[in-house]
C-alpha cells in the first residue's frame, strides 16, 4: 500500500554479490525504501546483511542487480558526495580528539564556516544529552555514552540516509533499551530514512517501520512488525520472529477459503490457516504461539485441541511457561499469565491443551520465501 505523501527513495533490484566468484552470499535482493522510514534487515548471522550496507555505503561492488537513490544508480555519485551517516557496532571515535572535535570533523572536512559548526556541535550535544561533556576524550566516557557520540557524528551533517550495522551489539540490556529509544527518537524528530541491520528480534520489532527478514542471502517477508508476527509467511519467519510451537501434521484437505484440515502427527485432526501449505497428503508443519495454546479448563470453547502430558513448569515472574509433550514426542511450549488461575500438574500428568483456528498456521515444509507485498 503507498503510504500518502511517501516517495519512493532507495530501491535495491535483484541484487547479487559473490565474493569468491562461487557462492552468491546475496542472492536476489530486492527492497523498496520510503523516504522517512526506518527498514531493519533483520537475520541471523552469515545471512548477508553486512553485506548489503557496505554495497550501499559503496564500500563493496554489487556483483549484478542495481541500488538507486531517487530513481538514479548509486554508483554514479562519488562515495564522499553520498551524503550517507554511518555507525557501526566498533565504530571508534578519534581517540585523541575530544567528543566536541569529534563532532565537529564531519562539518569541518565539509569546510563549513567556524561558526556554524560550533553551533551545530552545541546543538547535537544537547540532542545527545551529553552537553557538559563536550572536552572530554572518548577514552573518559562510558560505552553508552560514547555510542551516543557516534551516533551524533553520523547525523551532524545531516545525512538523508543512516545505515547502522548492529550499533548496540557491545552494550549491555538495559543501554541497549536506552538507545534503541534515543534512535528511534531522534529519527522521528529529524525525519532521515534508516537502514539499521541486527539479529536481535527484539530490537526489530520495537524500533522498526518495517523489517526484512533475511536469511541464507534471501528476503524471506519484508513487512511491518506487527505483519511478521500475526502474518509470517512461512515457517522460518515465525520461528525467528517471536516463538513458535512447530509441530510436524499431514494436510488432510482444504477447510473453507484460506484454511486447510491436517492431521498432526499424533493423530490429532485439527484446522489450521493455509501458510502456503501444499496439497492434501503434504507433510507440513504446525505453527502456534506459546501465548495462544491455552491449558483447557472447563466451559471454555476452542476450536481445536490435543492431549498432552505435562512435564515441568518455569516461573519467569509475570508469566509461567508449562512444558508439555504430545503422543509422538512433540515438545510443546505454553505461556500463561502468572495469576491465581494458572494450574499445576504433576509429571507425567495428561490434560487437555486447546486453541482457535485463527491463532494457527500450516506451512510448507520447505521454507519458500516470500517477498512481501512490494508497495
Ligand atoms: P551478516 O552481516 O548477516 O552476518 P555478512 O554479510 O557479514 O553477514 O556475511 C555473509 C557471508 O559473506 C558470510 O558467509 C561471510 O563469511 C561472507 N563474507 C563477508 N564479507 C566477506 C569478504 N570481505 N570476503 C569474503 N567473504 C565475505
Ligand atoms: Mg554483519
Avoid at 538514479?72 to 572535535?101: C, D, E, S, W
Avoid at 556541535?121 to 560514547?146: C, M, N, T, W
Avoid at 526484512?212 to 534471501?218: I, R, T, Y
Wanted: glycine residues 8%; charged residues 20%.
Amino acid at each position: 500500500m503507498e503510504e500518502a505523501g511517501k516517495e519512493e527513495f532507495l530501491r535495491f533490484a535483484n541484487v547479487k554479490k559473490t565474493y569468491d566468484q562461487k557462492t552468491l552470499v546475496v542472492k536476489d535482493f530486492s527492497l523498496d525504501v520510503k523516504q522517512g522510514e526506518f527498514v531493519t534487515l533483520l537475520g541471523p548471522s552469515g545471512s548477508g546483511k553486512t553485506t548489503v550496507l557496505m554495497m550501499l555505503a559503496g564500500f563493496e561492488n554489487v556483483t549484478s542487480g542495481s541500488i538507486t537513490i531517487n530513481g538514479a544508480p548509486m554508483t554514479t555519485t562519488a562515495p564522499y558526495k553520498r551524503n550517507i551517516g554511518m555507525v557501526f557496532q566498533n565504530y571508534a571515535l578519534f581517540p585523541h580528539l575530544t567528543v566536541a572535535q569529534n563532532l565537529a570533523y564531519p562539518l569541518t572536512v565539509r569546510k563549513l564556516p567556524k561558526a556554524v559548526i560550533n553551533e551545530k556541535v552545541a546543538q547535537y550535544l544537547k540532542l545527545i544529552e551529553l552537553s557538559h561533556f563536550g572536552d572530554r576524550h572518548p577514552g573518559q566516557l562510558s560505552g553508552g555514552q560514547r555510542q551516543r557520540v557516534a551516533l551524533a557524528r553520523a547525523l551532524i551533517f545531516e545525512p538523508t540516509l543512516v545505515l547502522m550495522d548492529e550499533p548496540l551489539g557491545a552494550l549491555d540490556k538495559k543501554l541497549r533499551e536506552q538507545m534503541q529509544f534515543e534512535i528511534t527518537r531522534l529519527h522521528q524528530r529529524l525525519g532521515f530514512t534508516v537502514i539499521y541491520v541486527t539479529h536481535d528480534q527484539v530490537e526489530a520489532l520495537t524500533m522498526s517501520s518495517r523489517i526484512a527478514v533475511f536469511n541464507e542471502g534471501v528476503v524471506q517477508q519484508y513487512a511491518s512488525p506487527d505483519d511478521l508476527y500475526e502474518r509470517p509467511a512461512n515457517a522460518f519467519v515465525a520461528n525467528f520472529i517471536g516463538e513458535n510451537n512447530l509441530i510436524p501434521a499431514a494436510i488432510s484437505g482444504g477447510a473453507g477459503t484460506g484454511f486447510v484440515a491436517a492431521s498432526m502427527q499424533c493423530g490429532t485432526a485439527i484446522q489450521a490457516r493455509n501458510g502456503n501449505c501444499g496439497a492434501r497428503d503434504t507433510q507440513s508443519i504446525i505453527s502456534i504461539r506459546p501465548e495462544k495454546l491455552a491449558i483447557k479448563t472447563e466451559g471454555q470453547a476452542f476450536d481445536n485441541q490435543v492431549s498432552a502430558k505435562f512435564i515441568t513448569r518455569h516461573y519467569v515472574g509475570d508469566f509461567i511457561r508449562y512444558y508439555f509433550q504430545l503422543s509422538d514426542g512433540s515438545n510443546v511450549t505454553v505461556k500463561t499469565l502468572n495469576d491465581t488461575k494458572a494450574p499445576d500438574f504433576t509429571e507425567g500428568q495428561t490434560t487437555v491443551l486447546a486453541w482457535m483456528t485463527s491463532d494457527c498456521f500450516a506451512f510448507s515444509t520447505h521454507s519458500s520465501p516470500v517477498q512481501g507485498e512490494q508497495p
